[in-house]
């Protein structure tokens, strides 16, 4: 494709999706574009043409969708960054053209956007949000979407004349019909590594460019009480050189971020949440190493409890989270396709509110600490493969300190079919009398692309590995192996439009060479020709060790055999109403420990402007040997176990109303029920045994927990780059020490009901931020 100079700026278009400017008279159009659904090859139903232009501050592109239908389009309102099912053009450019990297632009019918960034050819994250401009407009012709994209969103080198990859995709829904400007195949790996190219750019300097976002906010906290104060502080991204970015954040609010779900936990284990805060999310990929999470952000600003509280005093209050007082990003490619990432972070004290002989005091339970963290990766052999670097560190002030260094490799051949891919960790943390250190080995070949795929794997941690206080590692002391190979079909046979079929089997040891995980199964995907998605996924897993207990004082327990099968039947999302299925069976051998779960998820598109979805998941899981604790007996420490019955409920709903672009109204509502039931307790009789002895325990184990989680989101972008936010969360909870049978009795519609009423905070946050650059 050809791009067309605008020699004086007078010329530069109007951007209001009419493509009417004098310049897209001019310039050369390229169409010819290629199904990749629902026909993969086949000629487009409905021709499409692009246009591009540019001049010494940006690039311009005219897309015209031409549609024999103009009334069928669907045009459908989403906040930034929604996904609907509506008719949509996107725009993708590798500025580097190392066939790695890269940025998309998405533009629906109505105006509303998507935009993210490609990272390792194959990966697509939409957490991004760069300042360009969009319009749309729809005639009788079809509809046409007018694009700038400013240079400074892109970080290029400086040449005389640039040749840039290039895509772009069309999506009509009513025909789920996608077309690739230059087709994507889906049997070859990778997806930057596809794109065509862009030629013509001549002439341009890249810019050094500064932006800064101040915000300032006011909060009211409700909790019997009330709480005011406001904030302030400032978001920075400044262009140091034409491939260098650097971002930082001081007092950054994180307010309008939607809470985390609520969640039943019973393991030896933290749960694992994403990060949904922007500043840590975008330009994350740099980051990554491997299949480990080295580099865990949500620890930087974490519930602050790094000091416990004395035995003599009572806990009455503790922050929910430690204040960052600043943080700084500098991300980067250079010439010679070295990429390169910086990350610091600095987190104030905390103080919890205790009551210690009638006095009250605060008393610190988090340090001043400091984060560290390093990455470079540099492209090798033909540039789509990479050998990297990775160092972190985390120093606390009258705490201890923590290091993690480590190299990883990503090496692709034969037109990146086979892949050999692989981490070598290092840990060492801990203070004077308890340092420990440990090391990840990690290696992994994989053949992609076709119609047959395969992968095969080794891994080792030593049992000191220990990355937790940077990174997320549910444990270390662990050996295993696994293996996959996957079939698929992509074009229409029979009943189906594309299936897969994958077979797996994984072991597992630890460094003791007792035997933890020897499992198989199989997995199935169908995609019907009425747009029907059926799964099908079943496995068994043999008689084995389970160590983890070992983590909270327990001994290393046999684990039964167990089999296990779940499904999925989703449905056309094209349709106003559409809904999937997804059953969960598990029981072993022994049949006193089984599992009998049910999600579902509906979601109602009642008007282009309104969505809403409910997914409801109800599990109820009955373990035999639940652990219990190290109890104190007449002969010393008994291993007590019992047998739980529990069941959880999750009624998760989200509604959606936007009324332009870039203003909508967002809920978020979680209540969440938990309720188990502790009987016929148990004592281990030998370790590695499933032998136990009836135990009598005088303590009520029980449990009922239920909580309601729920934002309440304006979000109006009034400018670009700019926004307001109007915020009203509630997060209310009830945990009964000591249930009564009556508590014990499940009864959905009760305890829904009574999550509203339950005590918790409210929370009215009013936050505006405005970009300065451009």
């Keep these: 494709m050809q791009a067309q100079r605008i020699k004086i700026k007078p010329q530069a278009p109007k951007i209001d999706g009419r493509l009417d400017d004098a310049i897209w008279q001019q310039s050369p159009v390229s169409s010819d574009f290629l199904q990749l659904d629902p026909i993969e090859g086949e000629v487009a139903s409905e021709k499409t043409t692009v246009q591009v232009a540019y001049d010494e501050e940006g690039l311009y592109v005219g897309i015209r969708c031409y549609d024999s239908d103009p009334q069928a389009i669907v045009s459908r309102l989403t906040r930034r960054d929604g996904e609907t099912q509506a008719d949509w053009i996107s725009l993708s450019l590798d500025p580097h053209l190392d066939r790695q990297t890269g940025c998309f632009f998405t533009a629906y019918a109505s105006g509303s956007v998507?935009?993210?960034?490609?990272?390792?050819?194959?990966n697509k994250d939409e957490t991004w949000n760069a300042v360009w401009e969009v319009a749309t407009s729809i005639d009788a012709e079809g509809w046409s979407a007018e694009f700038y994209i400013p240079y400074y969103v892109m970080r290029f080198s400086p040449q005389d004349e640039y040749t840039w990859g290039l895509n772009v995709e069309r999506h009509i829904s009513r025909k789920q019909e996608r077309t690739h400007w230059n087709l994507m195949q889906k049997d070859q790996p990778g997806l930057v590594s596809q794109f065509g190219n862009l030629h013509g750019i001549r002439d341009i300097d890249p810019p050094l460019h500064l932006e800064y976002v101040p915000y300032a906010m006011g909060r009211s906290i409700v909790d019997g009480g009330a709480d005011y104060f406001g904030n302030a502080g400032v978001d920075l991204r400044y262009g140091v050189t034409s491939s260098l970015s650097l971002n930082a954040t001081v007092n950054p609010d994180f307010g309008q971020v939607e809470a985390d779900p609520a969640q039943l936990n019973l393991t030896a284990f933290e749960d694992f949440f994403s990060e949904q805060r922007p500043f840590f999310v975008e330009g994350a990929s740099i980051f990554q190493t491997g299949d480990y999470d080295l580099l865990y952000s949500r620890r930087i600003g974490r519930r602050p409890g790094y000091f416990s509280v004395p035995e003599d005093a009572?806990?009455?209050?503790?922050?929910?989270a430690t204040t960052i007082l600043g943080?700084?990003?500098?991300?980067?490619?250079?010439?010679?396709k070295t990429a390169f990432g910086l990350l610091q972070a600095v987190t104030a004290p905390e103080y919890a509110d205790i009551n210690r002989n009638s006095t009250r005091d605060e008393y610190r339970i988090e340090p001043w600490t400091n984060y560290l963290v390093g990455r470079v990766r540099q492209d090798v052999l033909d540039g789509t493969s990479g050998v990297g670097l990775f160092a972190s560190s985390v120093h606390r002030r009258d705490g201890q300190s923590a290091y993690v260094g480590a190299t990883d490799w990503d090496l692709r051949f034969r037109e990146d079919i086979y892949n050999l891919t692989g981490t070598l960790a290092a840990s060492r943390a801990g203070g004077p009398g308890d340092r420990h250190g440990g090391y990840i080995a990690h290696v992994e070949f994989d053949k992609r692309g076709g119609w047959f795929e395969t992968e095969a794997g080794l891994a080792a941690l030593s049992p000191g590995v220990d990355i937790n206080d940077l990174g997320f590692l549910r444990r270390g002391d662990l050996l295993k192996s696994w293996g996959q190979i996957k079939f698929y079909r992509y074009k229409p046979i029979g009943p189906f439009r594309a299936f897969d079929n994958r077979f797996q089997g994984e072991a597992e040891w630890n460094y003791d060479r007792?035997?933890?995980?020897?499992?198989?199964?199989v997995s199935n995907w169908a995609d019907l020709h009425n747009y029907w998605r059926i799964h099908l996924h079943f496995g068994r897993e043999l008689a084995v060790m389970d160590d983890n207990d070992v983590r909270r004082g327990g001994p290393i327990v046999k684990r039964l055999a167990e089999s296990w099968i779940h499904g999925r039947v989703e449905t056309d999302e094209r349709?106003?109403?559409?809904?999937y299925l997804h059953p969960d069976w598990r029981r072993n051998d022994g049949g006193r420990s089984y599992v009998r779960g049910l999600r579902s998820g509906v979601v109602w598109k009642p008007l282009p402007s309104v969505q809403v979805s409910m997914e409801p998941r109800y599990e109820r899981k009955v373990t035999d040997a639940q652990w219990v604790g190290a109890l104190t007996g007449a002969g010393g420490v008994d291993y007590v176990y019992g047998e739980l019955d529990s069941r959880t409920l999750d009624l998760t709903t989200r509604a959606e109303v936007s009324f332009a672009p870039g203003l909508s109204l967002e809920l978020y509502l979680q209540p969440f029920i938990a309720i188990g039931d502790f009987g016929d307790f148990k004592e281990l009789n030998a370790a590695q045994s499933y032998?136990?002895?009836?135990?009598?325990?005088?303590?009520?184990?029980d449990f009922h927990r239920r909580s309601l989680k729920s934002n309440l989101v304006l979000r109006w972008e009034f400018s670009p780059g700019s926004a307001l936010f109007v915020v009203w969360s509630q997060s209310r909870s009830a945990n009964l020490d000591d249930p009564t049978d009556e508590d014990l009795e499940f009864r959905p519609r009760s305890r829904i009901g009574s999550s509203f009423s339950d005590n918790g905070d409210h929370v009215l946050l009013v936050k505006a931020s405005y970009w300065v650059g451009g």
């Design 114 to 122: 998507i935009d993210g960034t490609y990272a390792d050819d194959r």
């Design 314 to 320: 009572v806990e009455e209050d503790r922050p929910e």
């Design 327 to 336: 943080a700084l990003k500098l991300t980067g490619k250079t010439e010679g």
């Design 514 to 521: 007792l035997l933890l995980n020897h499992s198989y199964s």
């Design 575 to 579: 349709k106003t109403l559409s809904f």
């Design 691 to 701: 032998d136990f002895s009836p135990y009598v325990l005088d303590e009520n184990r």
